[in-house]
């Protein structure tokens, strides 16, 4: 085994309608660096964000995908003790990709130790997405940019999107978290017939709001399949993306959120987001949500693997 180094982008999946379909690399990254180790563990050593909080050994979400790969490809030989250091620069639990980020970074690793070459970003996409079970975020970790994703009786699948470059996302960052899990169990299995075909428009016109026409940003994403749903478990989240979206500006929660993401149609919007962002706003029991604004740039390389 030699020092391999796999850097994976934060990712934004929806994007207002798109649910479970559309995503977006972000240029946010969490590196992920294995070292071999004589000692026979494995040990892990976190910066960054979870630092704390995370897992420090066969725990943590990188070592147990990248443990499970192995045995799934019959290479679990190929690894016995390891330092491995992460360093995250993607927020835990805020809708913006983190949990995809670390099991893209798993299999990356696993697939490198088991191959010795870089990794086939098709099949990296194929095992990430089957370990992660949302392909909507795995593969703009795997291949960057926008991305549409699906999945048949053969698995996942996924295709470009062109984003215009004028498109510029701006990330609202909360210092709250929820659990994915917890914000799907609110969704309904049964939505108004008038609610379905409105996403279905609205999701037809975000990719071509993406590709070439960033005025059509606002309208694009109106969702009425998941967001509302949601609202419950994040009111300060919804209260900000209405603000935003009654000044004209194309918010939307990120992923399952509480990160709220803009999609400004250029970077004098984003700017101009951020600098009218709340600092703090209102929350539960009284107490004070406080918020971080960033402008970011779409990401748009996907995961790398450097030994």
Same mark, same amino acid.
């Given at each position: 085994?030699?020092?391999?180094r796999?850097?994976?982008p934060?990712t934004?999946?929806n994007?207002?309608?798109?649910?479970?379909?559309l995503?977006?690399?972000?240029?946010?990254?969490?590196?992920?660096?294995?070292e071999?180790?004589?000692?026979?563990?494995?040990?892990?050593?976190?910066?960054?964000s979870?630092?704390g909080?995370?897992?420090?050994?066969?725990?943590?979400l990188?070592?147990r995908?990248?443990?499970?790969?192995?045995?799934?490809l019959?290479?679990?030989d190929?690894?016995?003790?390891?330092r491995?250091i992460a360093r995250?620069?993607?927020?835990?639990?805020g809708g913006?990709?983190s949990?995809?980020?670390?099991?893209? #970074?798993?299999?990356?690793? @696993? *697939?490198?130790l088991?191959?010795?070459a =870089? /990794?086939?970003?098709? +099949?990296?996409?194929?095992?990430a997405?089957?370990?992660?079970?949302?392909?909507d975020?795995?593969a703009?970790?795997?291949?960057?940019?926008?991305?549409?994703?699906?999945?048949?009786?053969s698995?996942?699948?996924a295709?470009?999107?062109?984003?215009?470059?004028?498109?510029?996302?701006?990330?609202?960052?909360p210092?709250y978290?929820?659990?994915?899990?917890?914000?799907r169990?609110?969704?309904p299995?049964?939505?108004?017939?008038?609610?379905a075909?409105f996403?279905?428009s609205?999701? #037809?016109?975000?990719?071509? @709001? *993406?590709?070439?026409?960033?005025d059509l =940003? /606002?309208?694009?994403? +109106?969702?009425?399949?998941?967001q509302?749903y949601?609202?419950?478990?994040?009111r300060?989240?919804?209260?900000l993306?209405?603000?935003?979206?009654?000044?004209?500006?194309?918010a939307v929660?990120s992923g399952?959120g509480?990160?709220?993401?803009v999609?400004?149609q250029?970077?004098?919007e984003?700017?101009a987001?951020?600098?009218?962002?709340?600092?703090r706003?209102?929350?539960a029991?009284?107490?004070?949500?406080?918020w971080?604004?960033r402008?970011?740039?779409?990401?748009?390389?996907? #995961?790398?693997?450097v030994a």
């Amino acid at each position: 085994m030699t020092r391999l180094r796999v850097r994976v982008p934060a990712t934004t999946a929806n994007l207002g309608p798109g649910f479970d379909t559309l995503g977006l690399a972000l240029g946010l990254w969490n590196e992920v660096i294995v070292e071999p180790d004589d000692s026979g563990r494995i040990r892990v050593d976190v910066h960054g964000s979870g630092r704390g909080r995370l897992p420090r050994d066969e725990r943590h979400l990188v070592v147990r995908t990248m443990l499970d790969t192995l045995d799934r490809l019959g290479s679990r030989d190929r690894l016995d003790g390891a330092r491995v250091i992460a360093r995250n620069e993607v927020p835990q639990s805020g809708g913006l990709g983190s949990s995809a980020s670390a099991v893209v #970074a798993g299999v990356a690793a @696993a *697939l490198w130790l088991h191959t010795g070459a =870089l /990794p086939d970003r098709d +099949e990296l996409f194929r095992l990430a997405s089957a370990a992660e079970g949302h392909p909507d975020n795995a593969a703009p970790a795997v291949y960057g940019g926008g991305t549409i994703a699906w999945q048949d009786d053969s698995g996942a699948h996924a295709v470009p999107i062109a984003v215009d470059p004028r498109v510029t996302p701006v990330i609202l960052v909360p210092d709250y978290q929820v659990r994915t899990a917890e914000t799907r169990r609110l969704l309904p299995e049964r939505v108004p017939l008038a609610d379905a075909v409105f996403d279905v428009s609205r999701a #037809a016109l975000l990719v071509r @709001a *993406l590709e070439a026409r960033p005025d059509l =940003l /606002p309208a694009a994403t +109106e969702d009425r399949l998941h967001q509302p749903y949601r609202a419950e478990a994040m009111r300060p989240t919804a209260e900000l993306i209405g603000r935003l979206r009654g000044a004209g500006h194309a918010a939307v929660l990120s992923g399952a959120g509480p990160t709220v993401l803009v999609l400004a149609q250029s970077p004098v919007e984003a700017d101009a987001v951020v600098a009218q962002a709340p600092a703090r706003t209102a929350g539960a029991g009284g107490l004070e949500v406080r918020w971080r604004a960033r402008r970011v740039a779409v990401a748009r390389d996907g #995961a790398t693997v450097v030994a």
